[in-house]
């Protein structure tokens, strides 16, 4: 069974800086998907930044040029590096998962949340 432990959350200014990271645990057959979404008030849930089964990345238009996404396979996390930080990213922000266990079965993980609170 994956779990996912997020942190790194907080409270910021705007134009500032945060970096969050998402450490899975348990014991799998494969990854195919990583990365992070976000959920503002009143809002549904939004892709944020993601590594693909190909391990290349995906990003929201509204974080590109401003979010970085990067990984440590030996450590199983995943670091979202978010600069310049706006007002609008003010969100919870989900660790996401798809793992294959050693049936080839397909899991869809998340992680608890960490809000993540920009002022202007």
């Known amino acids: 069974q994956v779990q996912l432990t997020e942190s790194g959350g907080g409270s910021v200014q705007a134009g500032g800086s945060l970096r969050l990271s998402c450490e899975r645990s348990g014991t799998v057959f494969s990854i195919n998907v990583m990365g992070w979404y976000r959920q503002a008030p009143g809002k549904q849930r939004e892709l944020v930044a993601i590594f693909t089964s190909g391990g290349s990345t995906n990003y929201a238009d509204s974080v590109k040029g401003r979010f970085t996404i990067s990984r440590d396979n030996a450590k199983n996390t995943v670091y979202p590096q978010m600069n310049k930080l706006k007002p609008e990213d003010t969100a919870v922000y989900y660790c996401?998962?798809?793992?294959?266990?050693?049936?080839?079965?397909?899991?869809?993980?998340w992680g608890q949340g960490t809000q993540v609170t920009v002022s202007s």
């Open positions: 996401y998962t798809q793992a294959q266990d050693f049936w080839l079965k397909k899991s869809d993980n």
